[in-house]
């Protein structure tokens, strides 16, 4: 799986600004309702899941990164939406240390295969240190796309 | 007397080696000096069993079928350790999540 099979563009914030994690969640989920990929009605249920599993585990893994998910009956397609946080928020990251980048992703329940292929997809990149600072550098939505595209293609279909 | 000790384990939970369990088989493979990887069968490279990003990689679903590697003075007990939380499916199962 590749990184823009399941971001969606209009649901990237290169320059988020929130202070809490919460507050993240929130403002990354709104860009998924604008970006018509999630329903406003259900707006609520997901960050209350979202959050709900980040308090039974933190999935600020380190290295100033979090992939804060759900797995939901409603949905059927896999996306996600990347923001990045400049000035870095308290995720109760393992490490300890404030989180910059977050990809927040929504998966459907009955397919926990293509949750995986999306969580290697992500953390194949992010694991390495050059992805994360050119993407805590980049300043607009195409700078990010940029990136991701690269990242795709270096990946050699693995 | 540095130990080496391995183990073919298959992933049995419905959901795989997402978030949760991988975090629970860092953390049982960080409570031993020993150095342990995790290999998928059909795969080269094996990954860093305490690192849950690196675990993350794998991509394991149910069924897929991971060697345990361990080199160190306790590398019986770590191998033994993570056959146990594989095993029990990370205690899964009956809280989907």
Redesign the interface.
């Known amino acids: 799986m590749k990184l823009l099979d399941l971001i969606v563009k209009d649901a990237i914030d290169p320059n988020l600004e929130a202070t809490t994690r919460d507050e993240a969640i929130g403002l990354l989920i709104d860009k998924l309702i604008d970006a018509k990929v999630l329903d406003k009605a259900q707006r609520d249920d997901f960050i209350k899941a979202i959050i709900k599993?980040e308090r039974?585990?933190s999935?600020g893994?380190?290295?100033g990164?979090a992939?804060p998910?759900v797995?939901h009956p409603e949905i059927e397609t896999l996306t996600a939406a990347v923001g990045v946080c400049k000035d870095g928020i308290d995720f109760n990251a393992?490490d300890g240390q404030p989180v910059h980048s977050i990809f927040l992703i929504i998966s459907p329940e009955q397919k926990?295969?293509e949750?995986?292929?999306a969580?290697?997809a992500?953390?194949?990149h992010?694991?390495q240190e050059t992805f994360r600072s050119f993407l805590l550098q980049a300043n607009t939505i195409e700078e990010v796309m940029t990136l991701l595209e690269e990242a795709d293609s270096s990946t050699l279909g693995s | 007397m540095s130990n080496t000790d391995s183990a073919i384990v298959t992933i049995s939970n419905r959901l795989g080696l997402h978030a949760r369990p991988a975090m629970m088989l860092a953390e049982a493979a960080m409570r031993y000096e020993s150095d342990v990887t995790l290999q998928r069968l059909d795969q080269e490279k094996a990954v860093d069993a305490k690192s849950i990003m690196q675990l993350m990689m794998l991509a394991a679903v149910c069924g897929t079928e991971l060697k345990v590697e361990a080199h160190g003075s306790d590398a019986a007990e770590s191998v033994a350790a993570i056959q146990e939380l594989v095993k029990n499916s990370f205690n899964e199962d009956s809280l989907d999540g």
């Open positions: 599993r039974r585990g999935t893994f380190g290295h990164v992939v998910h797995k393992l926990p295969e949750h995986l292929e969580m290697e992500v953390f194949s992010l694991s």
